[in-house]
């Protein structure tokens, strides 16, 4: 960690490294760091074949120049930061993770699509960094996730058939969404029971009935859509429909800067944007 602040930046302000900074998303979460209070760039790393190494940061997200070139090498940027925030590939995610725990320093992960074995790799680098990861950074969401843990519940699973449909911009790649699997596990475990084995991921042809605390999933792309999620619990003769709608990649970038300071200071480990917000 760097122990020297910037001549006009108070000593206490978190320095943070923007990985995937030339992005849509990492040009937010400049746009985000700039505006909250507590919180400065100090880096920003992008892949080695892009066009924007060299470039100042803050140019590039629109807010001018703030004395942060883009980088590719992100060993110099991370010995030297408090935090990183990251929202980019599975790959790159770990490989970032390593980094942090070399630098025991926040690890903020946004990126969605990881295997089992990313995660498990993740889990290993949070024995010396302090990661928060969550399939979703919104305040919106992970209350959500809550009500949605306590609505399952509370409606047995002979009475209401859980169906989570989400629908993301054409660019998305990976589906499920992280946030519909955030609320799918959330339902999981208001039913008491594992997400996988109890999920319907595709439904094509001659399906049969549905089987009885199943958990679907629908998704949905097209056009610009940030992120729209609905989690419906369908009873005989009544259906309940809980909702969030993203309307700007902002709320996520908030999320994930309001993270990275409250980890500052904490223990190596592995925790959720529901121990940012105190809702575990």
Known sequence: MS????TDTPATDMGL???????????????????????RVIGAVER????????????????????????ADPLPVFARADGVLDFTTPASTVEFAGYAAQARIVHVIGTTGCSAEDNARIEAAARHATIVK?????????????????????????????????????????????????????????RGVP???????????????????SIGFASLRGGSVVGDHSVILAGTGERIT?????????????????????ARGRKPGLYSMRDVLGLS
Request: glycine share 12%; aromatic share 2%; no cysteine.
């Open 3 to 6: 122990d020297t602040p910037a």
């Open 17 to 39: 490294v923007v990985v995937g900074a030339a992005g849509r998303m990492g040009q937010t979460l400049i746009r985000a760091i700039h505006t909250i209070r507590g919180a």
């Open 48 to 71: 080695a074949d892009s066009p924007h190494l060299g470039k100042d940061a803050g140019e590039l997200a629109g807010i001018g120049r703030i004395g942060v070139p883009i980088s």
């Open 134 to 190: 969550s399939g979703n950074m919104s305040l919106g969401i992970n209350l959500l996730a809550v009500l949605v843990e306590q609505a399952a519940r509370a409606l047995d699973a002979d009475d209401f058939d859980i169906e989570i449909l989400e629908m993301h911009h054409k660019h998305k790649v990976d589906a499920p969404s992280g946030t519909a699997l955030l609320l799918g596990e959330a339902a999981a475990t208001g």
């Open 195 to 213: 997400l996988a084995g109890n999920d319907v991921r595709v439904r094509d042809g001659h399906t049969g009935v549905r089987k009885v605390g």
């Open 242 to 262: 809980l909702s969030h709608h993203a309307e700007d990649r902002a709320i996520f970038a908030r999320g994930a800067v309001k993270a990275a300071l409250w």
